[in-house]
């Protein structure tokens, strides 16, 4: 050792650890407290709404056509549920991207492309072949 206790080190590693990126967007449970829209949606974690946006998709906007019927349709799945979600960092917009699972592991994502309420969105989940199928 350079002169530091093994405490300070332990502790200087678990800092590292805790502000690394990966740590940061671990997956996590909360409750869906509010929908903004067909593909964006509040979750309650630690006490804080946490904006999420739903990864590989995209929904008409609530002023264009099925929009509205979108949002509803997004309520209906996550709206005062417990959901998990499976997280891929952050956009431009600072919201968590997710992959959004319910209790039963109904994959919110997926059901919306599936139901016809949204389509893959290629710019941004070019890679994802499960959603280019069902849509």
Same mark, same amino acid.
Do not use: H
């Given at each position: 050792?350079?002169g530091?206790?093994?405490p300070?080190?332990?502790l200087?590693c678990l800092?590292?650890f805790?502000?690394?990126?990966d740590?940061?967007?671990a ?6 407290v509010s #929908? =903004?829209?067909? %593909?964006t949606? +509040? *979750?309650?974690?630690?006490?804080k709404a ?15 056509a ?6 509803q349709?997004v ?8 959901v998990t979600l499976q997280?891929?960092g ?9 992959? #959004? =699972?319910?209790p %039963?592991?109904? +994959? *919110?994502?997926?059901?919306?492309v599936k139901?016809?309420?949204c ?5 941004y ?11």
């Open positions: 050792m350079t530091r206790s093994l300070t080190v332990i200087v800092g590292l805790l502000t690394s990126p740590f940061m967007f997956n996590f449970t909360g409750l869906g #929908v =903004l829209d067909g %593909d949606i +509040n *979750v309650l974690y630690n006490g946490e904006k999420i946006r739903l990864k590989g998709i995209n929904c008409p906007e609530k002023r264009q099925y929009g509205r019927k979108a949002k349709a309520s209906a799945l996550v709206f005062g549920k417990e997280t891929y952050q956009d431009k917009y600072g919201r968590t991207i997710a992959d #959004v =699972l319910l %039963d592991g109904t +994959n *919110v994502n997926t059901t919306l139901d016809g309420w389509w893959w969105y290629r710019k989940a070019a890679a994802d072949t499960v959603l280019e199928r069902l849509e």
